[in-house]
């Protein structure tokens, strides 16, 4: 299928590792020229700049930009920095560890967790989106979680602020009405990024499972439940991203669609 992506652009905000760099590296795949964006020069890692030479030794087309979401001065100095775009993937956000009466997980804890997971994206919205208006197209893709309708008792700032991203998608949408700009939000379960890898393998260790990753995923899947039989894949997320952003999709509209396998619980 061709998503007609070919000469579209995209901006994938918090794409210079995890999630977000497999979005990035799909939507050039399928021929978008694409915007990597990091918080801040990378470290080799996390890393803008590597991403976005990447994607170029691969064939595609991209640009690397970084800059703080988090402040509007941030967030100005990127929309600046890229111009117009036609699709505007808000990835970045933070999954901090929290508990409802640990003291460290007070007024700032939930107030920053609402500035990395929402008034990011709120940002970016209001400054790219008036010229999607003027071209009488776009895409606007929030990357939720599955925790934003069935969120768990730890890391309740996380997912209250996740629950919210999910609200002002259909919020957003009803103000975009028949401007040819959809918005929908995409909900994973758990994902296979580097670092879910690392902290798996970690407790593989501790636990004695060996460092077959199948073997380990397995063990996984006995804590989480899922008729999938594993966990998702950085680039299965941006292939659900991709067709959300490509023309194909344009009866798809403020939507919170999960993609986590079948659904996952706590087992255990």
Do not use: C
């Not at 808000?90 to 700032?108: E, S, V």
């Not at 003027?134 to 929030?142: A, L, S, T």
Request: glycine share 12%; aromatic share 4%.
């Amino acid at each position: 299928m061709d998503l007609q992506l070919a000469g579209k652009t995209a901006i994938v905000t918090g794409s210079s590792r995890g999630t977000g760099e497999g979005i990035a590296r799909v939507l050039a795949r399928e021929g978008a020229t694409v915007i990597v964006h990091g918080m801040k020069p990378g470290n080799g890692e996390d890393d803008a700049e590597r991403v976005a030479r990447d994607i170029i030794r691969s064939g595609g087309k991209a640009i690397a930009v970084t800059g703080d979401l988090t402040t509007d001065e941030g967030a100005e100095h990127v929309a600046q920095a890229i111009g117009a775009v036609d699709i505007l993937v808000n990835n970045y956000g933070t999954a901090d560890r929290g508990f409802w009466l640990d003291a460290t997980t007070g007024t700032a804890a939930w107030i920053d967790a609402y500035q990395k997971n929402v008034l990011s994206a709120a940002r970016m919205i209001r400054l790219l989106v008036p010229p999607m208006k003027v071209r009488g197209w776009g895409r606007v893709i929030q990357l939720g979680t599955i925790g934003s309708t069935q969120p768990n008792a730890r890391m309740p700032h996380y997912y209250a602020s996740k629950g919210a991203l999910a609200n002002l998608t259909v919020s957003l949408m009803l103000e975009l009405a028949n401007t040819g700009i959809t918005v929908n939000t995409i909900s994973p379960g758990l994902i296979k990024t580097r670092e879910v890898e690392e902290m798996y393998r970690r407790r593989a260790q501790k636990q004695g499972w060996g460092d077959d990753w199948d073997v380990i995923e397995r063990h996984i899947m006995e804590e989480f439940g899922n008729p999938s039989g594993r966990i998702a894949r950085t680039e299965e997320v941006g292939d659900l991203v991709a067709f959300i952003a490509s023309t194909r999709s344009a009866m798809v509209n403020g939507m919170n669609i999960r993609i986590d396998g079948g659904g996952m619980r706590i087992v255990n």
